[in-house]
């Protein structure tokens, strides 16, 4: 079972069917003793980092989090979930994270229209298990205006080029993992990511 976390923002049901797709069983709580229970755990996003944080801190759910990563189990942060994996955000303020990966998330300076929305290329800065599981050229669709900076090169699995942004959209350092994109909304290479976390993770 894996949890999805409510913490009153966030596109849970789309995560929820794309999961049903892929026939892996989920539930969606704010619960922290269901969700400690859970094999997995989803942290979706949508919204301002500062806002999402303080639900998640006013709800109690940061402990289950911080407690769920520090024990080994697998995270899966999507947009600003993914955001919130790392040490900081300048949005609206400087907001700490979670700091389980090195990094800032920092607004995205460009002549390019900003909310990037829409399909991008995602390329691979290095070899993954996950690259032979998806398109030769896989598209995945996003929505944001911040992007994750000053991280940690090993970390970053995959990438996409927005003018001269060079976009974190795939990270992971052991069971924490992340994607800037969404999965749930990326059509077939999108379900193989959610398919390979929930299914071959450990």
Known sequence: MIGII???????????????????????????AVLAECEKLILPGVGAFGDCMKNIIDRGLDTLIREYAAGGRPLLGICLGMQMLFEESEENGLTKGFGFLKGRIIRMETDLPVPEIGWNELE???ACELSEKL????????????????????????????????????????????????????????????????????
């Not at 009153?8 to 619960?31: F, H, Q, T, Y």
């Open 124 to 126: 691979w800065n290095h």
């Open 135 to 202: 398109s030769e050229h896989p598209y995945v669709y996003y929505v944001h205006s911040y992007y994750a900076s000053s991280y940690d090169d090993e970390d970053l699995i995959g990438y996409s080029m927005y003018g001269d942004i060079r976009v974190p959209g795939l990270v992971r350092k052991n069971n924490i993992i992340g994607t800037q994109f969404h999965p749930e909304k990326s059509a077939e290479d999108g379900l193989a990511i959610l398919s390979w976390f929930a299914k071959e993770v450990l």
């Open 6 to 32: 409510d913490y009153g923002m966030g596109n849970l049901r789309s995560v929820e069917n794309a999961l049903k797709k892929i026939g892996v069983s989920s539930c969606i709580s704010s619960d922290p």
